[in-house]
């Protein structure tokens, strides 16, 4: 059951485009304001505390879940007719990119990189701008982690800092440049976005239980399985580790590899063995990105950069026409 507490908002850490950080009582909370609007110092909130509660990895964040200082409501209008995070009492109109369009039914061969972990997408997106300045970049987040991609503080300085183009929130993910119902029409309006690479994955927050199947980061697989089915290059970036110490990580891990076997079609298996991978760690340095995986940095995990950036080398020779095809693996999911 959920675990929600009222106090009042003591401090105004910091804020963004569809986020505050806060202070409720001298504890940290943050403010979904696409959902709930913005509050100030002195309102009086209702905060959900469930996720700190439980030790969850939110990073000590508790969510202001209502303002009570609001006594004659609030409300925003949407753009569209499209709800997420429906039938909940926090549903919000947030529109739909496939309104009122034509939506392309092809991706005519456009290179779409899956991400199991969302720390894999600052790896592929600096090499990829490295290789290919002018490339148009699209970031598909799915709804396997955080809904919210005004949580991710990554794709914030992603956007600012030129790496990503644009980005489109999938299912009941919610915030992107553009709304998508699911993840097939997600990759088509990037296409119809004039997107020449695609890097797709999860948001902050893996989900995991421990076994082979109960994992978010098997979202890979209905990514790369839709770039297939819709004309586009599947590109699986690896989730490798030097620096895990549970077994199952080790190498390239058991959600990579249960990805593999469960995909449906031929995908492209990037390695830093078969293609010239850059130095990873030196463009997120030179970009100004701090980028850990499970806490580690390069130092500490050289692998696990290397082979997220392979994936990246892949879809850059992908792009424009007459692009070159790396030697890399192509593995066949049936």
């Not at 919000?92 to 199991?116: F, K, W």
């Not at 300045?133 to 799915?142: C, I, L």
């Not at 088509?188 to 082979?212: C, E, M």
Request: aromatic share 4%.
């Amino acid at each position: 059951m959920p675990a929600y507490r009222t106090g009042t908002v003591t401090e105004l850490l910091d804020e963004r485009p569809g986020i505050q950080r806060v202070r409720v009582e001298g504890e940290a909370a943050y403010v979904l304001t696409q959902l709930i609007g913005p509050v100030a110092v002195g309102d009086r909130v209702v905060v959900n505390t469930t996720a700190v509660e439980l030790g969850l990895g939110t990073g000590g964040w508790h969510v202001v879940h209502w303002n009570l200082s609001r006594t004659d409501g609030w409300s925003e209008p949407g753009p569209g007719h499209i709800m997420k995070l429906r039938y909940t009492s926090l549903q919000v109109d947030t529109g739909a990119g496939e309104e009122d369009i034509e939506l392309p039914e092809r991706l005519d061969g456009l290179p779409v990189v899956a991400c199991g972990l969302h720390s894999q997408l600052p790896c592929v997106a600096v090499v990829v701008r490295h290789l290919r300045p002018n490339a148009r970049v699209a970031y598909v987040m799915t709804d396997g982690g955080s809904l919210p991609i005004a949580l991710s503080e990554m794709v914030h300085q992603l956007r600012a800092g030129g790496f990503v183009d644009l980005t489109i929130t999938a299912g009941h993910a919610f915030g992107g440049d553009v709304e998508a119902v699911n993840l097939h029409s997600a990759l088509a309006l990037a296409r119809h976005h004039g997107a020449d690479v695609v890097i797709a994955g999860i948001g902050p927050g893996v989900v995991g239980t421990g076994t082979k199947l109960g994992h978010t980061g098997l979202d890979v697989v209905g990514i790369v399985d839709a770039a297939a089915a819709l004309g586009g290059t599947p590109i699986l970036a690896v989730r490798f580790s030097d620096g895990d110490a549970r077994e199952r990580h080790q190498g390239p891990s058991h959600h990579t590899m249960t990805a593999v076997e469960l995909a449906a079609r031929q995908l492209v298996v990037p390695s830093p063995d078969d293609v010239d991978v850059p130095d990873v760690a030196a463009l997120l340095a030179a970009a100004g990105l701090r980028v850990t995986t499970m806490g580690r940095g390069p130092d500490e995990d050289p692998g696990f950069f290397a082979w997220a950036g392979a994936a990246g080398v892949a879809a850059a020779q992908r792009t424009g026409e007459g692009g070159t095809r790396p030697a890399v693996g192509i593995v066949d999911g049936t």
